[in-house]
T-cell receptor, first 114, second 115 residues
Framework: QQQVKQSPQSLIVQKGGISIINCAYENTAFDYFPWYQQFPGKGPALLIAIRPDVSEKKEGRFTISFNKSAKQFSLHIMDSQPGDSATYFC?????????????FGKGTHLIIQP | GAGVSQTPSNKVTEKGKYVELRCDPISGHTALYWYRQSLGQGPEFLIY????????DSGLPNDRFFAVRPEGSVSTLKIQRTERGDSAVYLC?????????????FGEGSRLTVL
């Protein structure tokens, strides 16, 4: 059972455009939703994270939008740059009542064309 | 060290052999995680340590996989009787706080190839 579904699998965006990646989760006990960025040959690195008590979080060019009723959240990259080309993973975890590890989506391979 | 260190970075072995993968977490991080990442997939949770004890090992695929963290710092993932399906990148991560409540810092992984 895939608990976090991510789309699209791959995405090509022109430099300066907006990149949008979507995720949906099933487990209503999840209460922490991070996005990780991974470059080839490297481990994933935390980009931005949100908790369900807010609907949006912005850090620089990166914004998470969260819809608790729909059990969906998305990553928006504004003014996308070639250096943003990487694989992005959404994730979710439960932090109360016996915390467990992050459950990751399958990833989105993002290419920003110059 | 400054980050999570994993050794070896690459390991090629033959089917049926025993393999150990080592993780040295960031100093002071009490939580340690092992994940497995297959090509084109997201990291898959294997096991989580809080201190010396395995708080959650529900992700270990079978009893050929075992992990230890005897002194609450370095951890070793052990795979017995390796199979070709075990080929993947094994990622280790550490965190300052309890699972899910803080940032996970990942190492660069150990790429295991079983021939």
């Amino acid at each position: 059972q895939q608990q976090v579904k991510q789309s699209p699998q791959s995405l090509i965006v022109q430099k300066g455009g907006i990149s949008i990646i979507n995720c949906a989760y099933e487990n209503t006990a999840f209460d922490y939703f991070p996005w990780y960025q991974q470059f080839p040959g490297k481990g994933p690195a935390l980009l931005i994270a949100i908790r369900p008590d807010v609907s949006e979080k912005k850090e620089g060019r990166f914004t998470i939008s969260f819809n608790k009723s729909a059990k969906q959240f998305s990553l928006h990259i504004m003014d996308s740059q070639p250096g943003d080309s990487a694989t992005y993973f959404c994730a979710a975890s439960r932090t109360r009542g016996g915390a467990d590890g992050l459950t990751f989506g399958k990833g989105t391979h993002l290419i920003i064309q110059p | 060290g400054a980050g999570v260190s994993q050794t070896p970075s690459n390991k090629v072995t033959e089917k049926g052999k025993y393999v150990e993968l080592r993780c040295d977490p960031i100093s002071g991080h009490t939580a340690l995680y092992w994940y497995r990442q297959s090509l084109g997939q997201g990291p898959e949770f294997l096991i989580y340590f809080q201190g010396t004890g395995a708080a959650d090992d529900s992700g270990l695929p079978n009893d050929r996989f075992f992990a230890v963290r005897p002194e609450g710092s370095v951890s070793t993932l052990k795979i017995q009787r390796t199979e070709r399906g075990d080929s993947a990148v094994y990622l280790c991560a550490s965190s300052r706080r309890l699972a899910g409540s803080g940032e996970l810092f990942f190492g660069e992984g150990s790429r295991l190839t079983v021939l």
